[in-house]
């Protein structure tokens, strides 16, 4: 059975499960505008009251350090927003990118993301909880990748969903690129 104690009273338009330990789960809401935590996989959640987090319809992703689940980024319109006491208190971590997605990569500290500044738009990959970025090698144009996904065992292997339903897959680390849907059709043979 599947979580049920906000059925109905709550819509997630963003939810992120901790790559380590996926009893922690952290949940935007669309309509109340609040952040939600679950401890134990769902089943259960809690509202945060965050201090100096934005409303939730600027908020573009959330991302939890693999390595400490109570450490949370929060890509906004405005810049990256970092928390390290689980999302009650916010601050300003980074206002020259936009994070538009991201996912934990397995070890502590270790990030995917596709970050957008003034000089680039691209996935990348952080070691260092967002401190520094370093280029996977995939800029989408007039795409944004808004999904993001990290083999669990298989190193260097990544997955990026985009805003028009296309599909890219890596398997060495970001050096080249396969498309493996193009608007949505398999194959790449979209129109």
């Given amino acids: 059975?599947?979580?049920?104690?906000?059925?109905?009273?709550?819509?997630?338009?963003?939810?992120?499960v901790n790559a380590n330990d996926p009893s922690i789960i952290y949940g935007i809401d669309s309509h109340q505008?609040?952040?939600f935590k679950?401890?134990?996989g769902g089943y259960n959640w809690d509202r945060v009251e965050a201090s100096g987090f934005p409303d939730s319809g600027s908020i573009a992703s959330i991302v939890s350090d693999p390595g400490d689940p109570e450490s949370?980024?929060?890509g906004t319109e405005h810049g990256i927003l970092q928390s390290d006491d689980g999302?009650?208190?916010?601050?300003?971590?980074?206002n020259t990118r936009v994070m538009y997605s991201a996912t934990g990569a397995g070890e502590a500290g270790?990030?995917?993301?596709?970050?957008?500044?003034?000089?680039?738009a691209v996935l990348a990959k952080s070691d260092d909880f967002g401190e520094t970025w370093e280029s996977l090698h995939l800029s989408l144009e007039e795409d944004v990748g808004t999904h993001v996904a990290v083999h669990p065992s298989e190193e260097g292997v990544y997955a990026v969903g985009t805003f028009h339903e296309n599909l890219y897959e890596t398997r060495d680390g970001?050096?080249?690129w396969e498309l493996l849907a193009e608007e949505g059709v398999p194959g790449g043979q979209g129109n």
């Fill in 1 to 16: 059975m599947g979580p049920i104690a906000l059925h109905g009273e709550v819509d997630f338009h963003l939810l992120e």
């Fill in 110 to 120: 270790h990030i995917v993301g596709y970050v957008v500044d003034h000089q680039s």
């Fill in 38 to 40: 679950s401890t134990d």
């Fill in 174 to 176: 970001g050096e080249t």
């Fill in 87 to 94: 999302g009650e208190t916010w601050e300003e971590k980074d």
């Fill in 72 to 74: 949370l980024l929060a």
């Fill in 33 to 35: 505008e609040g952040l």
